[in-house]
């Protein structure tokens, strides 16, 4: 980040500090021992792992008098699950859903209380028998209740609370809460009012507090030795080893952990309503079901934790008064500090004193004193980043704000998406954004992760060598980027297939309009010949479903759409129809200058539509084309094609699309006689059309061009369907296939299409 960047996001701390959004307090947060520093939600990583999960036997001390009465005077116990047993002893209480049904069980001479569906699941696991049921209430009925907790060494009730979180999904029902281990624990805590005991320190070894037996060990270290001193209690019910999706460390790949401490928060819920009313009503996401993602993120997300324990990165700019600690942020202090950035960068918070960077005088607000010690702590990597829309775009006079659009991966809607809508809101009271697109990963051409150790990763820098960058933009617009998206040298060598055969069908264009000048050539609309009027009338519609996809981001539609309109439409159809015209007639003729004028429209146009993608390509078409002296120097200085509606037709269209699928099976007879080497080229051939119905009068209509439609040497219509005649697709025309008379004329035929 440059110093202006820095200084800026000091600014974006202190709008949200003015407003009362910053605040210090003790929460259950992402903890990573490794790194031994605080992590955000996006900060995390999920992996595979294999844990313990351990049922235990809580000795039940208050029962709100559900007891049954034939489990009086028998031990009896509440039943609770966890993966985490290192986090048995901050445990402070039990969590119960209000609604679920919960069973008193007798099993050899005690009493276990657990939800009755999940009792044989639970006695499955345990190797025990669950069928003898004495008694059932509802999860409110238990409120309040009390066990011990389960460590001899603890002397520490255990409260039983309600909690709509609770699951049956796997364990007992009753969840086993520690405030100081978890978010929702947390929460509970807060709203019981519950001791918040966190015996972790920041390395994650359990202190003291968590009895002497286990001081000192790492806290998955200790899980064996907990497990099996509460064997030795005879509190420990059943375990079972599972494999779930585990937090880990994005930065060191380590499993992390939640631990309470003291950090910074932005209070979320201080402009929540305002982020999801600007998620729902001033961005476009793409794809839609974005919107619901983070909607869901945003509204059901705890305060955003943005203090680090880190020694690099941007500093908080808090101030803490060294006589009565509080701490000091105001606009003296945000500006002082600011400025100070903008001209040293973040280093100088650790290069100054406090009496260094605060301006002369300052005094703590509530006791008067003027000395001052700074936080050591640093922002979020996540804040940094979610600033730049008031850094980049606000501070760039080429660049608006809000963005046009943020693109990034699908990860970053709990990521960059979300931090710069946080920090937006929080200032602005609105998105810094009006478009969010988000896409797929990068994989293999099977679909798998590209892994240097598998090597099945693909360069770049190799693609470009190869085959030139616009096949990698060609790539690009080919994928439907809502999924994930793949790539090898295989797809590449099919795209580049693709990018010849767009580049061959503007080239041919060229090729033939080199002698055509269009100020004084052109053909009016109106005069030109039926297939020429055809065929500009395709690219306006092609100029319909390109525009849209471009306005929808929906790249890969008009990539298809293009493809298919210079492979079929163009090559295969109407440039090979042309051929006799453009070789055969004077060069000045009125057929010749009709056809070069619906060609140099439909380069004009279809080069300024690629444009954006085979960028190279279509600015160095653009240079070799004669263009009218009005024209700018560079293709990327046009206006967009406007559809031309006057060109569309709907009885033209139907008659010549007609006529060419009716080709297209004339053209497949003739390839089979080609092959049975009854003819040689087909302009070789003599064809007789026996037709009825639509076919005939299709075929009538254009009857005195046949031939040259046909690229034939002689064309004969017949009214009728003659037996022994080879049959086509189509149930009204059949086709006869003969050599031709005389010589063939080379002048059409030797030239090859792209």
């Not at 949200?16 to 939600?41: D, F, R, S």
């Not at 945000?334 to 001209?343: G, H, P, Q, R, S």
Request: net charge negative; hydrophobic share 40%.
């Amino acid at each position: 980040m440059t110093h202006d960047y820095e200084a800026v996001q000091i600014h974006v701390f202190g709008e949200m500090a003015k407003k009362g959004y910053i605040y210090k307090g003790k929460k259950a947060v992402y903890w990573c021992p490794h790194c031994e520093t605080a992590l955000a939600e996006a900060e995390i990583e999920y992996g595979e792992e294999k844990s313990p999960a351990i049922f235990v036997k809580m000795p039940l001390v208050k029962d709100n008098g559900m007891l049954p009465e034939a489990a009086q005077g028998k031990p009896a116990y509440i039943v609770i699950w966890t993966t985490t047993p290192w986090t048995m002893p901050a445990n402070v209480a039990i969590a119960l859903h209000p609604d679920f049904e919960y069973a008193w069980v007798e099993c050899e001479g005690e009493i276990l209380f657990m939800a009755k569906e999940m009792l044989e699941a639970v006695g499955k696991v345990c190797k025990k028998d669950l069928s003898n049921i004495i008694g059932t209430c509802k999860g409110k009925d238990m409120e309040y209740a009390e066990c011990r907790h389960p460590f001899e060494t603890i002397d520490r009730k255990s409260l039983v609370v309600l909690a709509d979180y609770v699951t049956l999904e796997a364990g007992t029902g009753c969840v086993h809460t520690a405030p100081g281990h978890g978010a929702d624990d947390f929460e509970t805590g807060v709203r019981y009012n519950l001791l918040i005991i966190c015996p972790v320190d920041g390395s994650g070894k359990l202190t003291a507090e968590a009895g002497a037996d286990f001081a000192g060990m790492f806290v998955f270290d200790a899980n064996v030795p907990i497990i099996k001193y509460l064997a030795g209690l005879n509190r420990l019910f059943g375990k079972e080893n599972i494999r779930h999706q585990y937090a880990h460390c994005w930065r060191c790949k380590n499993p992390i952990i939640y631990r309470a401490t003291e950090q910074w928060f932005a209070s979320v819920d201080g402009f929540r309503e305002e982020a999801l009313n600007a998620i729902a009503n001033d961005v476009q996401w793409i794809p839609s079901w974005g919107e619901a993602r983070i909607h869901n993120m945003v509204a059901d997300r705890h305060d955003w934790c943005i203090s680090r324990q880190r020694v690099w990165g941007v500093p908080i700019p808090i101030f803490y008064c060294e006589d009565c600690n509080e701490h000091l942020v105001n606009d003296d202090t945000i500006n002082a500090v600011a400025d100070l950035f903008a001209k040293e960068g973040s280093d100088a918070w650790w290069a100054h004193s406090a009496e260094e960077i605060l301006p002369q005088g300052t005094k703590c607000t509530k006791c008067g004193g003027t000395h001052f010690r700074k936080e050591s702590d640093i922002m979020d990597v996540w804040f940094d980043s979610g600033s730049s829309h008031a850094a980049v775009c606000k501070t760039r006079p080429e660049l608006a704000w809000p963005a046009d659009m943020y693109l990034e991966g699908s990860d970053q809607h709990r990521g960059w998406f979300q931090s710069s809508l946080l920090t937006s809101v929080a200032t602005e009271g609105k998105a810094p954004y009006r478009a969010v697109l988000t896409h797929g990963y990068v994989v293999d051409g099977e679909g798998r992760k590209m892994s240097k150790s598998v090597g099945n990763t693909v360069a770049p820098q190799e693609v470009i060598a190869q085959y030139g960058a616009d096949i990698i933009r060609l790539w690009a617009a080919s994928s439907d980027y809502k999924a994930d998206i793949r790539i090898s040298k295989e797809i590449l060598k099919q795209l580049s297939e693709v990018y010849r055969k767009i580049r061959n069908t503007i080239r041919y264009i060229l090729g033939n309009t080199n002698d055509f000048n269009y100020e004084t050539d052109k053909v009016e609309f109106k005069d030109m010949l039926e297939l020429d009027r055809w065929a500009l009338m395709h690219m306006q519609l092609l100029k319909k479903e390109v525009s849209a996809a471009y306005e929808s981001y929906d790249f890969h539609v008009l990539y298809h759409a293009i493809h298919n309109f210079c492979s079929v439409e163009m090559s295969s159809y109407y440039l090979d129809i042309l051929k006799d015209r453009l070789y055969a007639y004077k060069a000045d003729s009125f057929e010749r200058r009709s056809a070069q004028t619906a060609m140099y429209e439909i380069m004009l146009d279809l080069v300024v539509m690629i444009a954006p993608v085979l960028s190279f390509t279509m600015e160095e078409v653009w240079q070799f084309m004669k263009k009218p002296a009005s024209m700018p120097e560079s293709v990327f200085m046009m206006p967009w094609p406007e559809c031309k509606e006057e060109y569309i037709d709907e009885a033209l269209e139907s008659k010549w699309d007609n006529f060419i699928e009716i080709r297209s099976e004339i053209t497949r007879v003739l390839e089979g006689a080609r092959r049975a080497k009854t003819i040689g080229h087909s302009l070789d051939a003599k064809v007789e059309l026996h037709a009825t119905g639509e076919a005939l009068a299709i075929l009538r209509s254009v009857e005195g061009d046949l031939a040259t439609l046909l690229i034939v040497s002689q064309a004969k219509l017949v009214e009728g369907l003659a037996g022994g005649v080879e049959a086509t697709g189509r149930e009204d025309l059949k086709v006869t296939v003969q050599a031709a008379e005389g010589e063939k004329c080379n002048a059409a035929g030797s030239i090859a299409i792209p």
